[in-house]
């Protein structure tokens, strides 16, 4: 089940009021897909995981928390061309908050935003989620290569990579982050996992998967 509380917040950037829904809670009844992204009823709560303020388009998960560097991304070029880019508007909060993200210096969290403004457009059925998954890629890809050492989650990050190079069609990219995956971990499940999206990117598959799809045919 999940909990929606309605909320009232001031964007901390204009101080215009914002009504917002926020999660209390939530389940999830099966497998998440191979990028990680959760079964329903989580995989429906988008809608609660970023919010964009009415008044000047300042893009968070928590619109009454500002940092210095923010005003900065909001005047560019590129975020004001989200704001009016006509694509679905979730995708442009969740862009937009990437960009905030990257310039404060969070690159976990900056692929994340991307990963799921590309989640937005394939419930829309849009082609611009292949772009969203570049843009996710590339930033993961420089957080492990900054701070691998030191995550806790990396591995899982790793498989994240492969999924979401696959299903922007970025195949050699990906074979090659399953192979590296494949020779270095301890984590049979993982690597069984890195084979089986081997599978996949030999045959040209970039279509979403989830993670029972690696016992199917046993």
């Known amino acids: 089940m999940t909990m929606l509380i309605p909320k ?7 101080n215009a009021s914002n009504e917002v829904i ?5 389940s999830s009844f099966g497998p998440p897909d191979l990028d990680l992204r959760p079964a329903e009823m989580a995989r429906s709560t988008l809608h609660t995981q970023v919010y964009r303020c009415t008044g000047c388009g300042f893009a968070s998960n928590n619109l009454e928390t500002e940092e210095d560097s923010d005003s900065v991304v909001m005047q560019s070029v590129e975020y004001q061309h989200y704001l009016s880019s006509g694509l679905p508007g979730l995708a442009i909060s969740f862009a937009c908050c990437a960009m905030i993200e ?5 690159l976990e969290s900056t692929g994340t935003q991307w990963l799921k403004a590309a989640w ?9 989620g292949r772009d969203f998954r570049v843009r996710a890629a590339d930033a993961l ?11 806790e989650n990396v591995e899982n990050i790793r498989m994240v990579i492969i999924d979401v190079l696959r299903r922007a069609r970025q195949f050699k990219e990906a074979a090659d982050w399953c192979h590296d995956l ?3 971990s301890s984590e049979m499940f993982l690597k069984k996992l890195a084979e089986y999206e081997l599978t996949l990117i030999e045959a040209s598959d970039d279509a979403c998967h989830h ?3 690696l016992t199917e045919g046993e």
Do not use: F, Q, W
Request: with cysteine; aromatic share 2%; net charge negative.
């Open 211 to 213: 993670v029972p799809d």
């Open 22 to 26: 926020e999660m209390a809670s939530t």
């Open 120 to 128: 937005v457009c394939d419930d829309e059925g849009i082609e611009e």
């Open 102 to 106: 990257e310039k404060r210096g969070d």
């Open 182 to 184: 494949i020779a270095k």
């Open 141 to 151: 890809c420089r957080y492990l290569s900054n701070n691998g050492s030191k995550s």
């Open 8 to 14: 009232t917040v001031t964007c901390s950037h204009c």
